[in-house]
């Protein structure tokens, strides 16, 4: 009953830049933590950018200052803006959320987005 949709990725050129999206969309009272995670072939999943519902950002130090997660609690869309990308950021990108159901428990249950191809060149 709820589903995370990701757009926006795609081929870029190294030095090039892409813009992620994710929409949460479904039985929603409100989402906590927010993120994208990346898995490169013969790699495990590994996060990338994570955003609370406070607007507390961390990222993995290979991206700092290339990167911006953002989001938009209005819209239920979390966003990665990549930029000066390289080589290494080829992989497939999957965002996360943290959903709570109700008001009635504070309990959150985990969606993961279908992941998006994003591939640069050299």
Known sequence: QVQLVESGGGLAQAGGSLRLSCAASGSIFSINDMGWYRQAPGKQRDLVASITSGGRINYVDSVKGRFTISRDNAKNTVYL???????EDTAVYYCKAD?????L????YQYWGQGTQVTVSS
């Open 81 to 87: 803006q990549m930029n000066s990308l390289k080589p």
């Open 99 to 103: 959903i709570q159901y109700t008001s």
């Open 105 to 108: 428990y504070t309990r959150t």
